[in-house]
């Protein structure tokens, strides 16, 4: 599908109008009345790290660390919104807003997935997958 | 239904829904216009309800303003939520259901002008 | 698959499973969440979020307790209130006025606390079939109805109740005349919302727990009516 093609699905068949529609303000949050198809009406339940990402922003924000508006607020603001899954976003505005407000360093932040990541031996993606199947028994 | 106002102090000792709401402009059954604009930001008016005219349903209270709050200020002063009832088809031109369909939502008073007016276009 | 490595995620995992008791019956059209599995490695925010936890645990803003308290308020809490919540509203008609008057007053009655969820109760009527929506996020009452199911999150939900809420209602298998209106509420501010459905023939006499069984969360969100199983 090309470019236009594809922003073509997003245009509203309901003959709204023009200016709300496509106006350059428009979060890409603001999804109300777009076309989109059919709903997969299973629910999928959550993951445990989802249950535990929830958790973990419920009790920041029952803390009033975080507040409910300034978590949309850095979803809103994602550059990758529209690619990513609900949780996705969740983590990604909280991690937004812990560097914000001074909780953490980006690096610090990092150094910390690393040390997460290393637990699980999960290759980073410099390494190349020819050699993770080498150095499989 | 407008449960806002009612005693002050003792009122918000139980909880509610709803707060106090004093000096609200619009009264429930008003027709009022969701305005045109398109301002950057944090807003919690959907770009698919401004400039559409609805009816002022009931009146939720005063609450901390959330394009203030999402940036990290407190939000004061409050502003009046009211809840606005929408005809779909006024709304939709395409719509498909029936004329009687309706939508509804919260919008700020902020947001909102009385129907009348021609409502500005920026 | 996690290897056999001490892991933080199976070891997390076995405790919750172990914990789960799962009693709640979900009725057929609810479809009962697949359960979920954390299958492979973590994803990257998977990573991320495990992360900021152990950051903000080790500056001592946070818990792990806390977190798992959090989560077990979630998995086996909230997600059972809103059904009883509504049961009461069904058979006793002053408690059903006063739950439409003021969603968190009444609830707090039944010694159920909204947290900061303001709640506005809808009823359905022959008349009036009423749907909840959040196009903007996925605001939901969290706490009367636990995490929302996964369709409530995604777009083309989010995007097509508010103008085609009918085609939306018939991919859930619901389908309403056209002299009945269809209200649907766009949860964009501070209020939350949950249906009354109207009490189906057939529950004559049924014990507030038996009218619970059958007010499953989708009625309670409006993509379905509640039905009597033999």
Redesign the interface.
């Known amino acids: 599908m090309t470019m236009a093609g594809a922003k073509a699905k997003l245009e509203?068949p309901?003959g709204v109008d023009e200016m709300a529609e496509k106006h350059p303000n428009r979060g890409p949050?603001?999804?109300?009345?777009?076309?989109?198809?059919?709903?997969?009406?299973?629910?999928?339940?959550?993951?445990?790290?989802?249950?535990?990402?929830?958790?973990?922003r419920?009790?920041?924000s029952?803390?009033g660390?975080v507040k409910?508006d300034e978590l949309?607020r850095a979803?809103e603001d994602l550059r990758d919104y529209s690619k990513l899954q609900?949780?996705?976003i969740t983590?990604?505005a909280?991690?937004t807003l812990?560097i914000e407000k001074g909780?953490?360093t980006e690096q610090?932040?990092k150094a910390?997935?690393d040390?997460?990541?290393a637990?699980?031996?999960?290759p980073d993606e410099m390494e190349s997958p020819l050699k993770q199947k080498a150095a499989q028994p | 239904?407008s449960?806002a106002g009612g005693e002050t102090g003792s009122a918000q000792s139980?909880?509610?829904?709803?707060t106090p709401a004093p000096g609200h402009r619009y009264e429930v059954g008003d027709a009022v216009r969701v305005k045109r604009r398109y301002p950057p930001g944090h807003r919690?008016?959907?770009h698919?309800i401004r400039g559409k005219v609805g009816t002022v349903e009931r009146i939720?209270g005063a609450?901390p303003n959330?394009e203030e709050l999402a940036y990290g200020f407190d939000g004061e002063p409050k502003k009046v939520?009211y809840?606005v009832r929408f005809v779909?088809k006024e709304?939709?031109p395409r719509?498909?259901?029936?004329a009687?369909?309706?939508?509804?939502?919260?919008?700020?008073e902020h947001w909102l002008e009385p129907a009348g007016d021609t409502g500005g276009r920026t | 698959m996690?290897?056999s490595?001490i892991?933080?995620?199976a070891a997390?995992?076995h405790a919750?499973d172990h914990g789960d008791h799962g009693d709640h019956d979900h009725s057929h059209d609810?479809?009962?969440?697949?359960?979920?599995?954390?299958e492979g490695?973590?994803?990257?925010?998977?990573?991320?979020?495990?992360?900021?936890?152990?950051?903000?645990e080790a500056?001592g803003?946070?818990t792990a307790e806390?977190?798992?308290r959090?989560?077990e308020q979630?998995?086996e809490d909230f997600p059972y209130r809103g059904s009883r919540v509504v049961a009461r509203a069904w058979t006793d008609p002053e408690f059903r006025k006063r739950l439409?008057?003021?969603?968190?007053?009444a609830c707090?009655e039944m010694g159920v606390d909204?947290?900061?969820d303001?709640?506005?109760a809808v009823e359905n009527t022959p008349e009036v079939h009423n749907m909840i929506v959040c196009?903007?996020?996925?605001c939901y009452p969290r706490a009367l109805l636990g995490?929302p199911?996964?369709?409530y999150?995604?777009?083309?939900?989010?995007?097509?109740v508010?103008?085609?809420?009918?085609?939306?209602l018939k991919?859930?298998g619901t389908e309403l005349p056209?002299?009945v209106?269809?209200?649907?509420?766009?949860?964009?501010?501070?209020?939350r919302y949950v249906v009354i459905p109207m009490r189906p023939q057939g529950t004559e006499g049924w014990s507030e727990d038996r009218l619970a069984d059958i007010l499953t969360r989708d009625t309670l969100v409006g993509?379905t009516v509640p039905r009597v199983r033999t």
């Open positions: 509203a309901n949050q603001d999804i109300g009345g777009r076309k989109a198809g059919p709903v997969d009406v299973v629910d999928h339940g959550m993951k445990f790290w989802e249950r535990q990402a929830n958790a973990l419920s009790t920041l029952g803390k660390i409910r949309r979803a609900y949780f996705e983590t990604s909280l991690r812990m909780y953490m610090e932040l910390k997935m040390e997460v990541r637990r699980f031996d999960v | 239904m449960a139980r909880p509610s829904t709803y919690r008016t959907p698919y939720c609450f959330p939520l809840r779909q709304v939709w719509y498909r259901g029936p009687r369909d309706l939508i509804e939502m919260e919008i700020f | 996690t290897d490595r892991d933080y995620y997390k995992k919750h609810d479809h009962a969440p697949v359960a979920g599995e954390d490695p973590p994803s990257e925010f998977a990573i991320m979020s495990r992360a900021m936890q152990e950051i903000l500056k803003v946070i806390q977190v798992t959090r989560m979630f998995e439409l008057d003021d969603g968190k007053a707090t909204l947290e900061a303001r709640l506005i196009t903007l996020c996925s995490m199911p996964t369709w999150k995604s777009r083309s939900y989010r995007s097509r508010v103008f085609e809420p009918r085609a939306v991919e859930f056209d002299n209106t269809v209200r649907v509420h766009d949860s964009n501010a501070d209020m993509v």
